[in-house]
């Protein structure tokens, strides 16, 4: 993404504290790059257990879905 793109979408977090990309097919590393782009990124409490987070400390899924336990 060049950085005039960047830049306003920075703009638009800004404002609005949030940011919605519909119809995006990013892995993991492609979101921990794009968000470290934005500030430093916390270490979110998932023990890198694969139903809560993912490979990298800051990803951690947030989901209304309830899995049952086997």
Not at 22 to 47: K, P
Request: aromatic content about 8%.
């Amino acid at each position: 993404m060049d950085e005039e793109t960047f830049a306003r979408l920075r703009q638009a977090w800004e404002e609005n504290c949030i940011l919605l990309f519909r119809g995006q097919a990013l892995s993991e590393m492609d979101q921990v790059r794009f968000a470290g782009r934005l500030g430093s990124l916390g270490h979110a409490v998932n023990d890198l257990d694969p139903l809560k987070g993912g490979s990298h400390p800051a990803i951690l899924y947030v989901s209304n879905v309830r899995r049952s336990e086997e």
